[in-house]
């Protein structure tokens, strides 16, 4: 692996010529600067998502943020959490699906979920969801609210946990709530 390295300065000059021709400063700054290490200092993640059957879309995000500061937003399950000086700055995930969790190891995650009726035809076979995370291939530390609860139509649920190793996390559904229930789960994906 030393002769890639000891080429990579013509390498280098050779893209600066090739980048500097198309005129492009995007490239030109990735090229300068090396790719964001996905590792940065643990960070706090807001997710706010849906929860209806999958016929209708399953775990949805509408919204994430980080959070600039300690403690949790209030909380309760009719009106969700409270934004009233929250600090927090908005971003958006890197996925696409909408249900997909980019994180670092020691990042906290929030969960702010709320259950909705499904108005499709299907059956339901309950007025609530479940929401839990497979806990493979290490444990997440729970630090407010609970993994296992349900989520009524209407109603808020909220947890908040660490994910303390790199990994694939599974949500999911714990509730057989539509023939659509075994879709209803998303990834996390912490690196
Ligand atoms: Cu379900």
Redesign the pocket.
Known sequence: MQVPKRHLPVVGLLGLIVIAAAGGTVYYYQFLTPHQSTHGPPSHRLIFMTAI?EEEGGFKFYDTAYLNQTSLPAFNATAGPSFAGLKYQNYKPSSTDNRTIDANVGDSITFYIKGVNATHTAPLF?NH??FTIDIMPQPVTVTDGQLGGNIFFNSWYTVTFTVNAAGLYEYR??????NG?TQ?YGNIIVT
Not at 173 to 178: E, G, H, K, N
């Open positions: 059957v309950s969801h479940g559904c714990t509730v057989f709530c539509s229930h209803m």
